[in-house]
C-alpha cells in the first residue's frame, strides 16, 4: 500500500494517509492544498472526539485562523493503526 505521509498523532498512535484518501479529501475544494495542516491536526488538534455512533473512529479539531473554521480530520483505528478516512472544513467544534 503506498502511503503519502505516517505520523504519530497527540497521542503516540501511527496515523497513516494513503493517495487514495488524499484524492477523497481533495473532492473538498478548500482542501486541495491543506496537506501540512492535516498534519499539524492530527499533531496538534486542539480537541479530540471519539465517534459515538462509531467507537474506531475520532475525530481531531484545530482551529484555522486564516478562515475562521474547525478543521476536522477523521481517523479509524484498525488493529492499533490509524487510517485517514475524510478531513473538511466545519464551523463548528462537534461531531
Do not use: C
Request: net charge positive.
Amino acid at each position: 500500500m503506498t502511503i503519502l505521509f505516517e505520523i504519530k498523532d497527540k497521542t503516540g498512535r501511527q496515523i497513516r494517509l494513503t493517495p487514495k484518501q488524499w484524492k477523497h479529501i481533495q473532492e473538498h475544494p478548500e482542501m486541495t492544498d491543506k496537506i501540512e495542516r492535516i498534519r499539524e491536526t492530527l499533531e496538534k488538534p486542539d480537541k479530540i472526539f471519539q465517534s459515538p455512533s462509531e467507537p474506531k473512529v475520532h475525530y481531531y479539531f484545530k482551529y484555522d485562523k486564516t478562515i475562521g473554521k474547525y478543521l476536522l480530520v477523521a481517523v479509524k483505528y484498525l488493529n492499533g493503526q490509524g487510517f485517514i478516512i475524510t478531513s473538511f472544513y466545519s464551523t463548528k467544534l462537534a461531531i
